[in-house]
């Protein structure tokens, strides 16, 4: 595999031989049985928001993932693709942090912690029998505004009593523009100037910066979208850039309510199947998560290495090693 250096940012060489292919099946759905779970806020040993947890059915202990939805969606809006994370043994706990009315950026950020605090007393009661959660094994994410809070939490802007062991962007959204982030201010616009110990992964996509039409601004607007939150990373870090695709591309196909039907007409969509992005996003999420929480490195090297296996378009690829 050889890699090239240009600007500071290690890049690898894409090119390849029929007899060098790679292959990985984190494409796919995994071999494990899922369950989704509804928890609500009903009692005082519930979580402090309501929460769809996503679990393997089969005994078995496993590493636990936290994802942040994005700005005014719901987490059932991600089912599809977490349903895809947790059937290669992973554990998905996804909070609905607000309802309609968006809190402050750091109430958020605060809610988010809550939510880790409450997963080591209350999040095993909630699982499938013979089921284990791995809090040793705990990973952060999130999609668009959660993505940025996702960064912010890792970053300490709310104390957590777990310590996360991955990061993962899924096109995180830092404000309207260089001049108008939101609260907290976490972008500092110097490279690799995340005060982060842990591997990170930006998935970006490459319509989000783009208006979808001249009334609407762009949903992940240049300057403080996927670019500037890898460029920002310390290795490990990897930036992955779905190239066709939009900023709500890996949500499910249609998803319920009024605020399902408003998120496939607020930002500039690929022209594919949205079932091939979250196919695509999920298969990153996984061979990431395998190769830092699992050592099992196999998938990320063939993704890195070869982009062309992955079910949609990735470009450009590129990591920083640590």
């Not at 309802?99 to 950026?105: C, R």
């Not at 802007?157 to 899924?170: I, P, Q, R």
């Amino acid at each position: 595999m050889a890699v090239l250096a240009e600007k500071g940012i290690i890049k690898l060489d894409l090119k390849t031989t029929a007899s060098s292919r790679s292959s990985t099946s984190v494409f796919e759905t995994g071999s494990l049985s899922v369950s989704s779970i509804h928890v609500d806020t009903s009692n005082i040993s519930s979580p402090p928001k309501p929460l769809l947890i996503i679990s393997p059915t089969d005994e078995g202990t496993y590493p636990v993932l936290l994802f942040l939805h994005g700005f005014e969606l719901r987490n059932i809006f991600y089912t599809q693709i977490l349903r895809h994370i947790s059937s290669f043994g992973f554990i998905v706990v996804a909070p609905q942090l607000y309802g309609l009315i968006p809190p402050s950026g750091i109430k958020e950020i605060r809610s988010a912690a809550a939510v880790t605090n409450w997963l080591s007393s209350g999040l095993q009661s909630m699982l499938p029998e013979k089921v284990k959660a791995d809090l040793q094994k705990l990973a952060l994410s999130g999609h668009s505004r959660g993505g940025k809070a996702a960064f912010a939490l890792a970053l300490g802007y709310a104390e957590t009593s777990l310590k996360f062991s991955a990061l993962v962007g899924l096109d995180p959204v830092g404000g309207k523009g260089k001049c108008c982030q939101t609260d907290p201010k976490i972008l500092t616009f110097l490279p690799h100037s995340f005060n982060l110990t842990i591997p990170v992964c930006v998935i970006g996509t490459g319509l989000g910066g783009e208006q979808r039409n001249c009334i609407k601004c762009p949903c992940a607007p240049d300057g403080v979208n996927h670019v500037e939150f890898y460029s920002e990373s310390k290795p490990p870090c990897y930036h992955l850039v779905t190239s066709d695709y939009g900023h709500m591309d890996m949500l499910d196909d249609n998803p319920p309510g009024f605020r399902g039907v408003i998120s496939g007409y607020t930002c500039k969509n690929g022209n594919g199947p949205r079932d091939a992005m979250r196919k695509c996003v999920g298969g990153i999420f996984v061979a990431f998560l395998k190769a830092y929480l699992d050592g099992e490195t196999a998938d990320l090297k063939a993704i890195v290495n070869e982009p062309d296996l992955a079910p949609v378009k990735l470009d450009p690829v590129e990591f920083i090693e640590s």
